[in-house]
C-alpha cells in the first residue's frame, strides 16, 4: 500500500488547512486510517484516527474541537480538516494505515500501523 500525503504549507495563526492522504489500495476499507504528527527531535505524535467506515473517530486532546478527521472511500483517500491552527501545531505529518479496526490507547501508538505516507509539512506562523 502506497499512501501520499499532501495539503500542507505556510499558514497563519487561526488559519485552516485541509490536509490529504491518497491510497494506492484498492481495498481501502480494509484500512483503518491515522494522522500523526513529528517535529525535530520528538516522537511521532497521534493526532488522529478514523475507522474503516467512518463510524468512529479519535482525537488527540490537544487538536480536539479543531481538527475533524474524515475519509472518501469512494476515492480512497483521507482528509484531515485543521482549524483555528496554533503555532505548535507545526509539524510534518504523516498519515497511516492499519489492518483492521482497533480502539482506545492503541490507535496512538505508531507502532500497530502497517503503512505510512511520506510526510508533508506544516508552518502556523504567530
Known amino acids: 500500500v502506497q499512501l501520499q500525503a499532501s495539503g500542507g504549507g505556510l499558514v497563519q495563526a487561526g488559519g485552516s488547512l485541509r490536509l490529504s492522504c491518497a491510497s494506492s489500495e484498492g481495498t481501502f476499507t480494509v484500512y483503518s486510517m491515522g494522522w500523526f504528527r513529528q517535529v525535530p527531535g520528538k516522537e511521532r505524535e497521534f493526532v488522529s484516527y478514523?475507522?474503516?467506515?467512518?463510524?468512529?473517530?479519535y482525537y488527540a486532546d490537544s487538536v480536539k474541537e479543531r481538527f475533524t478527521i474524515s475519509r472518501d472511500n469512494a476515492k480512497n483517500t483521507a482528509y484531515l480538516q485543521m482549524n483555528n491552527l496554533k503555532p505548535e501545531d507545526t509539524a510534518v505529518y504523516f498519515c497511516?494505515?492499519?489492518?483492521?479496526?482497533?480502539?482506545?490507547?492503541?490507535?496512538?501508538?505508531?507502532?500497530?500501523?502497517?503503512?505510512w505516507g511520506q510526510g508533508t509539512q506544516v508552518t502556523v506562523s504567530s
Open positions: 497511516a494505515a492499519v489492518k483492521g479496526i482497533y480502539s482506545g490507547r492503541m490507535v496512538r501508538d505508531a507502532s500497530v500501523y502497517d503503512y
Open positions: 478514523i475507522t474503516r467506515f467512518g463510524g468512529s473517530t
